[in-house]
């Protein structure tokens, strides 16, 4: 896990930038606020994922890949999950704007 310590960045897409989904747009400022903000330094693999909610979302399949197809909701039961089930910090889920530990 890494520490983000607070601050305010610009998160999104912008319009020249091509390959974006709808819900990147538009560009906005976001605040990390807390004390205790960390989020993890790699991308869950799909084993990882699969240990925890004992599903794949993902359309490629492969244990070393990264999860892909979850969404805001997934990720949130995901991190509730890690956090009362596994004590290795490696397995907490982190996905796009927040901290969900």
Same mark, same amino acid.
């Given at each position: 896990?890494?520490?983000?310590? #607070?601050?305010?960045f610009q998160m999104g897409c912008t319009d020249e930038q091509n390959n974006c989904f709808v819900h990147e747009k538009p560009v906005h400022?976001?605040?990390?606020?807390? =004390?205790?903000?960390?989020?993890?330094?790699?991308?869950?693999?799909?084993?990882?994922?699969?240990?925890?909610?004992?599903?794949?979302?993902?359309?490629?399949?492969?244990?070393?890949?990264?999860?892909?197809?979850?969404?805001?909701?997934?990720?949130?039961?995901?991190?509730?999950?890690?956090?009362? #089930?596994?004590?290795?910090?490696? =397995?907490?889920?982190? =996905?796009?704007?927040?901290?969900?530990?």
């Open positions: 896990m890494v520490y983000v310590e #607070s601050g305010t400022g976001v605040t990390v606020s807390s =004390f205790y903000f960390y989020i993890s330094k790699y991308e869950i693999t799909q084993l990882q994922w699969r240990t925890i909610m004992d599903n794949n979302p993902s359309e490629k399949k492969a244990d070393n890949y990264p999860v892909t197809n979850v969404n805001y909701n997934d990720a949130g039961n995901d991190a509730r999950v890690s956090a009362r #089930s596994l004590s290795e910090p490696e =397995f907490c889920l982190i =996905f796009w704007d927040f901290l969900l530990y």
